[in-house]
């Protein structure tokens, strides 16, 4: 087994001298992505990520990238628009053959999505059983033991929005930066608060930097804008509270695939130029999140 899982003192007093603080699944080195830009994106649980992710999976592909998207929730529904189905998770492909993974075939955990854009999702263990971190790594274990890693340029994870999990906490073991969707209002930002200081931790050990917010399912950005610039974040894109959008959902489609219109038109430009800047490169951010406290009194809440 290539995942380590370490008891909590270990994690606060590791001999290299890494301070993790937490129970945590250990990166094993020989699972690394190596040859794809790695994009991990977060945020509060309904906030939008799937919807988020699998249409920037579509505009990298649009680009002409070849593209990789890895749902890392349970409910392994991020990438339904994609493959207008839910797909079998890795966990169960793995049990399927006894968790003996060198008897799994490539079409077993993965499915070819919209455009070309290639659908994992992880899944989780049955409530209360197990690690989901232990999940996320196995699943790029065997991305790699199939070699579908050095056919990839484009890797996203979709997180689940539980901080304090560990599969929360596995994709930033291995992307390069991480996105954070947030709407414009306190739970989404307060959220978004905590998920900076998660990942201002993991970067302590690991290449994983802050790339930017994207502003979801909002006509404003005003409280977004004040707390990026309070703490050192960016916004890279903004993606209004459409009804294209909702339909797309019911319509198990990504907006890509919607019949046009000068507002879906303008929907799928953003997304395109959010890519565009992805692929280009954004600059690493330092931001320094507010303590609880200090956050409510920053946003006017009683």
Request: some cysteine; aromatic content about 6%.
């Amino acid at each position: 087994m290539n995942i380590a899982i370490r008891n909590p003192v270990t994690a606060r007093q590791a001999p290299d001298g890494r301070q993790e603080g937490s129970l945590q699944v250990a990166l094993d080195p020989d699972i690394r992505i190596e040859t794809a830009k790695v994009f991990a994106v977060y945020g509060k649980g309904g906030i939008g990520k799937s919807t988020t992710s699998s249409n920037l999976s579509v505009a990298f592909s649009k680009l002409g990238k070849r593209v990789l998207q890895i749902g890392c929730d349970p409910k392994h529904d991020s990438t339904f628009t994609l493959t207008k189905r839910l797909a079998p998770t890795v966990i169960d492909a793995l049990e399927a053959v006894q968790f003996h993974s060198e008897e799994l075939r490539v079409e077993d955990f993965v499915a070819e999505g919209y455009n070309g854009v290639m659908c994992v999702e992880a899944g989780g263990p049955p409530a209360g059983t197990g690690c989901g971190g232990y999940v996320v790594g196995q699943t790029v274990k065997l991305l790699k033991e199939h070699h579908l890693l050095e056919d990839t340029d484009v890797v996203i994870f979709d997180v689940l929005g539980d901080v304090v999990c560990g599969g929360f906490a596995s994709p930033l073991q291995h992307a390069d930066r991480a996105l954070i969707v947030t709407a414009n209002d306190f739970d989404s930002i307060f959220a978004m608060n905590r998920i900076v200081a998660a990942i201002h931790a993991k970067s302590k050990n690991y290449g994983v930097r802050l790339g930017g917010v994207i502003a979801n399912r909002s006509a404003n950005t005003d409280e977004i804008d004040r707390f990026n610039a309070a703490v050192g974040l960016r916004r890279l894109a903004h993606f209004r509270d459409l009804d294209v959008v909702r339909r797309s959902r019911l319509k198990k489609a990504t907006l890509f695939e919607m019949d046009p219109s000068p507002e879906l038109l303008a929907v799928q430009n953003e997304y395109l130029q959010l890519a565009e800047a992805l692929w280009a490169g954004v600059e690493p951010l330092d931001a320094t999140p507010m303590k609880d406290r200090d956050l409510f009194e920053f946003l006017g809440f009683d």
